[in-house]
Structure formats: structure tokens, C-alpha cells
């Protein structure tokens, strides 16, 4: 990092549309101007010239309305804002599940989903239209689980969110007790079914846990304003277990966590030795004592699909031994179960682990079943 890792974790301001378009070196050169920096190269050492050209560009990357840093950033402390979060602090290992919106207005179809998993996890996650494909708004969702009894974690896209849309749906969120928010990038709209969108995104997902941590924490808009009754929310991001470089995505998932994130829902895992090297980036640069870990697991009812993953899906790693082991299968999709439950038995033994996040890859049916043997097997609080 050439001694520059402060430089590489600073919270980067989102852009300054007005200014796009626009050559940049004007405004480097008009603000040298009124810092005086050319006639002090002259008046002063090489050095302090020098420390003088970075905090200028300093000031220029972080304007007064962003003011990103590189530093960890904790909740203030007001106790517990939802079940998820008093779950995980409690120590209770967090069975959170991923649910699809419909594709159409029946809200009935979200109620059937509701029932299936009452009394059976802690929190649902609404998927944000998957796949860049339109699907009811995961807020609608979100408020159709909750009279149902069922906690929700919204999920929220820099895809779909423009700093504006953002804040004002958080707030709505809150308003109507939805308190877990997951901020993530998004799938790109060119993979959806089209017409793609072309438009380049607002927002990152560590801009917008920076944005809504200060809207609950500093009680502030982007734009300054004060606001009148902050969110209490519970905020969350993704991770990366399967990438080749463990270091890289611990630097990546620190500037998260020090722009907000409180939890970690992530990306599928299938080799835990890959999820141990990943555990212990983070470990090396102090991130389990700051953030909640949930596993992402789901389960292969055939080999078919376990070949998919493997061959087609960036980030997703499925060991070989596994892919032979539900080719050989007379009953795949049995296989498929207890490889799950196997697998959530490693993860749970594992140091850090607060939790899994099951999805479903489009075998919902199964869901259930398996929430409840993973019950079993994880010594899941009685009355839960």
C-alpha cells in the first residue's frame, strides 16, 4: 500500500452531479490559487509545500457536506433497535433466511411465506428486485412479514437508490418498525431482462452506510439539515468468504464497518477452509469484536445445480468432493439436505460466527424443513 492505507480505507465522497462533465483541474487550480501554493513553494521546504498540495486535495475529495475519513465509526449506544440485533449481541447463534418478493401485488403470497417460517428464524430478508428483474418493493414486503410476525431485514440497492430515494425510504422504513437495513450494491441492471438500464449508480453500498449511520447517529441529512427523528436501525453488508485475496476483501469489509455496518450477511459458502483464511483476515485487523458475521448457506438439490454455481457464478466456490458427492446420489436432493447440515455444523464450531443466512436457490420448498433441522443441530434456544 506504499504507506498510504489510510488513503486506500478513506470513505470517498459519492459525486457532486452539478460538477460532472466538467474538467478538474480548474478546480485544483483555483483552489491552489487561494491557498497560496504556488508563491509558498517558493517561501517554504519542499516538505511542507508538499504536505500543504495533499491537504488541499484532501479538502477537495472530502467536501464539508461528506467529510469521510478512514477511522471506525460504533453505534451510539440506545440499546437494542430490533430482535436481530438483541439476538446477536446476546450471543444466540442467528438463523436469518432470504425471501423473494413476488412478481406481481398478491400480498397473500408473502403472508404463505410468513407462515411456513413463524416461530422458526430470526429475521427474513426481502431480496431488492434480484437478478435486475422488477418484483414488489422489498419496503412492501418488509411491512407485509412484520404484521406477520415475522422480523424483516430490508434490503436496500445502490442500483435502485439515489441519495435522496435512499434516505427518505430509510426513514419510511423506521416509521412503520422496520428496523434491520442490509445496504448492498446490486446486481448490474444489464442482467436483468431488459430494457438495461444505462445509468451509473448514485451511490456505493459503503457511501450509503456511511449516509444512513450519520442520519441515525448524527442525526443529519446529507445535505446538512437536521433531521427530526432519526431511524433506529440496525445496519448490515455484504461479504466475501471465497475471494482469492483474504487480505483485499478484509480491507474492503473494514471500510464498511467503519462507515456503519453492525452485521455481515455473506456470499455463498461451501469450502470452510476458505471461510477459516477469511475469518482470520478479518481477525488480523480487528474486525470480530466490531461486526456480526452471518454465513450464507444453501442447499444443492442436484448436481446440476451445484455445477452451475461452480462454473457460472462469479465468487461462489463448490469443492469437487461435493459435486461428486451428489452425482453419485440415488436421492440428490436428500444429499443435498445433509450436506447442508453438515456443512452449518463446521461453520457454527468456528470462532467469530454469529449466524447463518439461508438461500433458497430457488428450492423454497425445502426451506422450512431445513430450518428446522438446522434447529436441531445448533442447540436453538427453547421458546425462540
Same mark, same amino acid.
Given at each position: ?11 470517498? *465522497?459519492?459525486?457532486?452531479?452539478? &460538477? ?18 504556488? /508563491? ?42 430490533? !430482535? ?20 406481481? *401485488? ?17 429475521? $427474513? ?20 412479514? %412484520?404484521? /406477520? +410476525? ?19 425510504? @430509510?426513514? $419510511? ?12 450494491? $446490486? ?6 431482462? +431488459? ?11 459503503? =457511501? ?5 449511520? !450519520? ?12 433531521? %427530526? ?6 445496519? +448490515?453488508?455484504?461479504? /466475501?468468504?471465497? #475471494?482469492? %485475496?483474504? =487480505? ?11 462507515? $456503519? ?5 455473506? =456470499?455463498?459458502?461451501?469450502? @470452510? ?27 444443492? !438439490?442436484?448436481?446440476?445445480? *451445484? ?7 462469479? #465468487? ?6 461435493? @459435486? ?32 447463518? &443466512? ?12 431445513? @430450518?428446522?433441522?438446522? !434447529? ?9
Amino acid at each position: 500500500m506504499f504507506g498510504r492505507l489510510d488513503r486506500l480505507l478513506e470513505i470517498q *465522497a459519492p459525486l457532486d452531479w452539478i &460538477h460532472v462533465g466538467r474538467e478538474t483541474w480548474g478546480t485544483v487550480i483555483s483552489e491552489a490559487r487561494e491557498r497560496r501554493l504556488f /508563491s509558498l513553494k517558493k517561501e517554504t521546504s519542499n516538505q511542507r509545500w508538499r504536505d500543504q498540495i495533499q491537504l488541499m486535495f484532501r479538502d477537495i475529495r472530502q467536501p464539508d457536506w461528506w467529510q469521510g475519513d478512514d477511522q471506525y465509526h460504533p453505534p451510539s449506544e440506545k440499546g437494542y433497535v430490533s !430482535r436481530l440485533q438483541a439476538s446477536l449481541e446476546q450471543g444466540e447463534f442467528v438463523i436469518t433466511v432470504e425471501i423473494a418478493p413476488p412478481a406481481g *401485488a398478491n400480498a397473500t403470497k408473502v403472508q404463505e411465506i410468513a407462515l411456513r417460517f413463524q416461530g422458526l428464524i430470526h429475521a $427474513g430478508n426481502v431480496t431488492q428486485n434480484p437478478m435486475a428483474t422488477t418484483r414488489m418493493s422489498s419496503l412492501a414486503c418488509c411491512l407485509l412479514l %412484520n404484521q /406477520s +410476525g415475522i422480523e424483516p431485514v430490508l434490503q436496500l440497492t445502490a442500483r435502485d437508490y439515489n441519495r435522496l430515494a435512499l434516505q427518505s425510504e @430509510v426513514l $419510511g422504513a423506521a416509521a412503520l418498525g422496520i428496523q434491520n437495513v442490509l445496504c448492498l450494491t $446490486g446486481d448490474a441492471p444489464t442482467i436483468g431482462r +431488459g430494457p438495461a438500464g444505462g445509468l451509473p449508480f448514485d451511490l456505493d453500498s459503503t =457511501q450509503m452506510l456511511w449516509i444512513l449511520r !450519520r442520519l441515525r447517529d448524527e442525526e443529519r441529512f446529507l445535505d446538512g439539515r437536521k433531521v %427530526n427523528g432519526p431511524p433506529q436501525i440496525f445496519l +448490515g453488508a455484504a461479504g /466475501s468468504p471465497n #475471494d482469492p %485475496n483474504p =487480505q483485499h476483501e478484509a480491507l474492503r469489509l473494514e471500510k464498511k464497518v467503519n462507515a $456503519g455496518a453492525q452485521f455481515i450477511q455473506t =456470499q455463498l459458502v461451501y469450502d @470452510v477452509s476458505l471461510l477459516e483464511r477469511w475469518l482470520d483476515a478479518l481477525k488480523q485487523r480487528d474486525l470480530l469484536s466490531k461486526v456480526h458475521i452471518l454465513v450464507g448457506v444453501g442447499p444443492l !438439490r442436484s448436481p446440476k445445480v *451445484a455445477r452451475f454455481l461452480k462454473e457460472r457464478i462469479p #465468487d461462489i466456490v463448490v469443492p469437487d468432493l461435493i @459435486v461428486g458427492q451428489l452425482e453419485m446420489s440415488t436421492n440428490p436432493e436428500e444429499t443435498g439436505v445433509e450436506l447442508t447440515l453438515e456443512l452449518i455444523r463446521k461453520i457454527k464450531a468456528l470462532p467469530g460466527i454469529g449466524g447463518i &443466512h439461508i438461500m433458497s436457490l430457488g428450492w423454497e420448498a425445502i426451506l422450512p424443513r431445513l @430450518v428446522n433441522e438446522v !434447529r436441531k443441530v445448533t442447540a436453538f434456544p427453547p421458546g425462540s
